[in-house]
């Protein structure tokens, strides 16, 4: 590998490496303080604007090195193997639901943590969703992907669209669950992909738009910050976040950078602690579906330019837009 894919390499790890633990803590969870809205000028500042040129650059360029990462001692073997145990995605997907789910109930919650259960109704279909994906069959499957569908409408009810946007990529593993065995089976992990990228990328212009609940919790979790000043370091922590939801739905986050991620998420617990084991447990699953996967079976958009220039330049600008139009969108119905 040459010099300058090596530096990009480790570049790109360290920063990985570095990444402010707050990007993976969803901030309801934990801030103490109310959430107050910044002006958009403010959101948009000359380091905000700076920071965004540099990392479109470093994904147009990284778009095109990524296959020299499989040259790294091992990496082929690694890949190899992976690729022979894809076939046990989907029951990854099917019984890490389950526990994930299990974890939920005993903490007497639906979804996320701060979804309480307060009727035994709610406790009664979550242990039938339970029981449901244990059974090993694909109709059992869909009987469940039905009712959490249906239980997830109510929370949605609850709490708003807006709301609950920031855990879309439970209707990805719904619509997954309920497509198996179907003609419909290939879609399955591509929407996963997608519905869980928008999410993360959601919940990361949260940081920048309520800035003052991310501060509460780098500043009562003693968070390190890498030397950053915690403003500069919110934006930052943000950034790598919406970075890696963006990187899942145009199809150019692979096993490695996969592998990363998760570690990261995995220390995110052990700070927050079980607050952060029982909110990101699925997520947990959902990545390592990721690392087996890698992105083989996803046709990724950036295809579409032939050329190394064209690609380059369509993915600086197709992530600005995207950036911009998150923000635009949250800024909006915030």
Avoid at 10 to 36: C, D, G, M, N, R
Avoid at 238 to 247: D, I, M, N, P, R
Avoid at 270 to 296: C, R
Wanted: proline content about 4%; some cysteine; charged content about 10%.
């Amino acid at each position: 590998m040459p010099l300058n894919k090596k530096g990009l390499f480790s570049f790109l790890v360290t920063l990985l490496l570095a990444t402010p633990i707050t990007a993976y803590a969803h901030v309801k969870w934990f801030a103490q303080v109310e959430p107050e809205k910044v002006p958009m000028e403010e959101i948009l500042s000359p380091f905000f604007i700076t920071f965004a040129i540099i990392v479109a650059v470093i994904l147009a360029i990284l778009s095109q090195v990524m296959d020299y990462f499989l040259k790294i001692p091992y990496a082929a073997k690694v890949d190899h193997f992976l690729n022979g145990i894809r076939k046990y995605s989907r029951y990854i997907l099917k019984y890490g639901t389950a526990l994930a789910f299990i974890i939920q109930i005993i903490s007497g919650t639906m979804f996320a943590p701060e979804f309480e259960i307060t009727e035994g109704w709610q406790t009664i279909v979550m242990g039938f969703i339970i029981v449901t994906l244990l059974i090993p069959q694909h109709f059992s499957t869909k009987v469940a992907a039905f009712f959490m569908l249906g239980l997830f409408i109510t929370v949605w009810q609850d709490y708003g669209w807006f709301y609950m946007l920031d855990y879309g990529f439970y209707l990805a593993i719904i619509f997954v669950l309920f497509i198996g065995k179907t003609n419909l089976e290939g879609w399955g992990f591509p929407f996963l992909y997608l519905g869980t990228g928008l999410s993360l990328c959601w919940v990361a212009v949260e940081k920048w738009v309520y800035p003052s609940m991310t501060l509460d919790i780098v500043v009562n979790h003693r968070v390190p910050t890498f030397g950053f000043d915690p403003e500069t370091f919110i934006i930052m922590a943000a950034f790598v976040e919406f970075v890696v939801g963006y990187l899942l739905v145009v199809g150019i986050l692979n096993r490695i950078l996969g592998l990363v991620v998760t570690l990261i998420f995995i220390s995110t617990s052990l700070l927050f602690g079980m607050t952060e084991i029982i909110g990101h447990a699925m997520i947990h699953i959902v990545l390592i579906i990721f690392i087996i996967e890698g992105v083989s079976f996803y046709h990724p958009p950036i295809r579409i330019h032939k050329t190394k220039m064209d690609q380059l330049v369509f993915v600086f600008l197709n992530f600005i837009f995207v950036l911009a139009t998150f923000i635009l969108i949250y800024y909006r119905f915030a």
